[in-house]
């Protein structure tokens, strides 16, 4: 799909598994009916197997390198997202070594972090919304890396030499994780790839109509089977690379959301 279309429309993502099947379909029965129309109009139909497997295993390799990419784009995320969580608990329960006035506005400011990152990719509608949130979450984080470093020279004497070795190196790790998160939602392949594999897909399924009825070798069961498979691998690809726009929420977000369910109990 071409770029300008995603980026004005976020919300297209969520329908790319059914427009690759579409077009799979499609061409399928366009080969098939360019292969019985053959067939009808002339004597010697031959179809070149040797081309014909070339094409599908450039298919293959197309369709497992977009699969790789994705689980690992996936894995990335997931991975950054459980760091987000365990970093912010973690500076969280260290705030008690910093008075308890700036214990108080640090945790405030924490606890807004978390909702901004837990709401960031929600209505989002447009790239221009995602940057927008990812600007907020940024500029919180510059706040309370501040508010931290402020407050752990305010510390009381007897908890400063804590606060600067426990607390100063956790939010070195909190900061680090969330920037990760945030170079990692803008993360994601050329959409070139993903336009080359819908080509090479379609290709192979006009090949493979075309096959079918120039070889006479109609077996709907099987085809239905093997659309069905590739739309599932479809689904399976984009749920990875689009996760925000295809995954369930709390499955994705359930270590944020277990955090945030916490630090509610945290003094």
């Not at 070139?192 to 070889?215: E, N």
């Amino acid at each position: 799909m071409p770029n300008y279309l995603v980026q004005s429309h976020l919300s297209i993502i969520k329908y790319a598994p059914m427009i690759f099947l579409l077009s799979i379909i499609f061409f399928l029965l366009l080969g098939w009916l360019y292969g019985r129309y053959r067939i009808r109009t002339s004597k010697d139909v031959i179809v070149r197997d040797s081309l014909a497997t070339a094409i599908f295993g450039l298919s293959a390799l197309v369709l497992g390198f977009t699969f790789s990419s994705a689980n690992d784009h996936f894995n990335q995320r997931i991975n950054t997202a459980s760091l987000e969580a365990a970093s912010i608990e973690r500076v969280y329960k260290s705030t008690k070594y910093l008075r308890p006035a700036d214990q108080a506005l640090v945790q405030k400011s924490l606890r807004e972090i978390l909702h901004t990152r837990l709401t960031t990719y929600e209505h989002v509608e447009v790239i221009d919304d995602l940057n927008r949130n990812l600007d907020v979450l940024a500029t919180q984080l510059d706040n309370v890396n501040e508010e931290i470093l402020s407050s752990i020279q305010k510390a009381p004497s007897a908890n400063r030499d804590l606060a600067e070795k426990v607390l100063g190196t956790q939010l070195e790790e909190l900061i680090g994780s969330f920037h990760a998160g945030l170079l990692h939602s803008k993360s994601h392949p050329p959409a070139i790839i993903d336009q080359f594999l819908l080509v090479l897909l379609c290709v192979g399924a006009l090949l493979s109509g075309y096959a079918m009825a120039v070889q006479k070798e109609e077996d709907w069961f099987l085809t239905i089977l093997y659309v069905g498979l590739m739309g599932f691998a479809l689904f399976v690809i984009f749920s990875l690379e689009f996760p925000n726009q295809l995954s369930s929420y709390d499955a994705l977000n359930s270590e944020l959301l277990k955090v945030q369910e916490r630090i509610r109990f945290i003094n």
